[in-house]
């Protein structure tokens, strides 16, 4: 019975399951960004855990308000995602996909509540659908940095246009991702965290 509980306890700790007991640390993250910009997926790609995901599916009566540049999104998340991951196992990111539909703007307060900080991510296609998210950012004076998901045939823009679009803070990070691709989705959020340590230093 004890060697069972033991082997069970092992593949617990060898699949991820629990927190490495080298971690000596915890952050709390926000990945935001409007509908359809791969925030689930984005979780999904870089979480050690099965990402918790609260998806229900589109329908017609929200079609007026639940515009996507994405025509073939069937769900959408209504509360949030969450997943987990290990930075250089000391460092423990838990992260929190919030709705993108405008109408749970209101939410995010609570979802921010012992939040360091967010990844704000954007789509080329349609960059006026991130206004609304990188204001509210703003307005609950968290610490962001920008990540632009790229999709196929998404347009292409220099990092100059992209922050006079955004206007965003020189000191804002701004990176590229495939949010399907995990190195990259890991790079933005090292990103992030980079950020948020420089700023914690200078305060």
């Known amino acids: 019975m004890a060697s069972k509980a033991a082997s069970e306890a092992s593949g617990a700790l060898s699949s991820g399951k629990y927190v490495n007991s080298s971690v000596a640390g915890a952050a709390k993250i926000m990945v935001v960004g409007p509908l359809g910009v791969g925030k689930t997926t984005f979780i999904g790609t870089v979480s050690e855990i099965k990402p918790l995901s609260t998806e229900a599916v589109m329908t017609q009566a929200g079609a007026s308000v639940d515009v996507t540049v994405d025509q073939a999104k069937a769900t959408t998340t209504v509360a949030l995602d969450f997943g987990r991951m290990t930075l250089d196992g000391e460092l423990v990111l838990y992260l929190f996909g919030t709705p993108g539909q405008q109408r749970f703007l209101p939410a995010w307060r609570d979802l921010a509540r012992g939040a360091l900080g967010a990844l704000a991510l954007v789509d080329t296609r349609d960059l006026t659908a991130s206004f609304d998210a990188l204001g509210h950012l703003e307005d609950l004076g968290l610490p962001f940095a920008v990540a632009v998901n790229v999709f196929p045939g ?41 950020h948020l340590l420089l700023a914690a230093e200078s305060s």
């Open 154 to 194: 998404s347009p292409v823009h220099s990092d100059g246009e992209l922050r006079a679009a955004l206007d965003l803070l020189p000191e804002t990070p701004l990176v590229s991702c495939d949010a399907r691709d995990e190195r990259p989705s890991v790079l933005a959020l090292i990103a992030l965290v980079r």
